[in-house]
Nanobody, 128 residues
């Protein structure tokens, strides 16, 4: 079975940086589009960033463009989310997810329903 395990969350001051990692196992990693979602208390889960199987194509939510960078290392079955200039509105549980669909890339903005496997999440807290 596919397993996704996130790490790297924690407490950081506003303006600071964190790097999240998601290690995948039980799958052929480069067969999956990977995404990072987040969910803040009393809010819906939202897609933050996604990356194609090759790593060439990327999607970012408007709220994180120019601050967050998604990347992947197919040799080590890991996807990353580099988060810079963290803001008070960024705290949430961040989830890694895998899309096993056959599309090469999304024809419209991707959503939660496109993803098949999920990690347990890692908490990100930003202090002002």
């Amino acid at each position: 079975q596919v397993q996704l395990v996130e790490s790297g969350g924690g407490l950081v001051q506003a303006g600071g940086s964190l790097r999240l990692s998601c290690a995948a196992s039980g799958c052929t990693f480069n067969n999956y589009i990977m995404g990072w979602f987040r969910q803040a208390p009393e809010k819906e889960r939202e897609l933050v960033a996604a990356i194609s199987r090759s790593g060439i194509m990327k999607y970012y939510a408007d709220s994180v463009k120019s601050r967050f960078t998604i990347s992947r290392d197919n040799a080590n079955n890991t996807v990353y989310l580099q988060m810079n200039s963290l803001k008070p509105e960024d705290p949430a549980v961040y989830y890694c997810a895998a899309d096993m669909g056959t599309t090469t890339w999304y024809k419209k903005d991707p959503s939660e329903s496109d993803y098949d496997y999920w990690g347990q999440g890692t908490q990100v807290t930003v202090s002002s």
